[in-house]
């Protein structure tokens, strides 16, 4: 299974003539972990959390700096969402088809439709390059900003580009 999500990953990439660097390494699951075990020379590092509103209808990817603790009651009230928590690892797998530890910019791929809402920070999206997994914990992929743009132009999805919320 993990064999198959990162093939799918690279040939959309390559079938869309987005351009990318491969770096394989062993698993990672926390950002420390990358940031202890994964020498990659450029990119912006991203933490990647996936959540749920209160009644479990409306699903986003938030993507901000790897060192941004987000304050999701203030992301919430700021965005009009309301109440938000982390979603179940089933809900991961039916929106992005991705496993805990693997939660990635990249799992748009697996949602076609445009149902999953994606909030980036703004600095991550003022970023040249960008670090994320492709839907496995196993390889990170740096790509340019025009390639995320056309990765969500594929996929029917328009990011909300925001200063989110921080703890600090």
């Not at 919430?76 to 991961?92: N, P, W």
Request: aromatic share 6%; proline share 5%.
């Amino acid at each position: 299974m993990v064999a198959d999500r990162l093939t799918r990953a690279i040939r959309f990439l390559e079938n869309n003539g987005i351009p990318f660097e491969r770096y394989d390494h062993p698993a990672v699951f926390t950002v420390e972990e990358v940031t202890q075990s994964v020498d990659i020379p450029r990119g912006q590092r991203t933490k990647n959390l996936f959540v749920r509103d209160k009644r479990g209808r409306r699903h986003i990817l938030i993507v901000v700096p790897f060192d941004k603790e987000v304050d999701l009651m203030a992301l919430g009230a700021k965005t009009g969402l309301g109440r938000v928590s982390f979603a179940s690892e089933r809900r991961l797998l039916d929106r992005l088809d991705v496993e805990p530890g693997s939660v990635t910019l990249m799992g748009v791929i697996n949602d076609p439709e445009g149902a999953v809402e994606v909030i980036i920070d703004s600095a991550v999206w003022e970023a040249d390059h960008v670090r994320c997994h492709p839907l496995v914990n196993t390889c990170t992929v740096v790509l340019e900003k025009a390639g995320i743009r056309r990765m969500f132009e594929l996929t029917k999805h328009s990011p909300t580009i925001m200063e989110v919320p921080s703890k600090c």
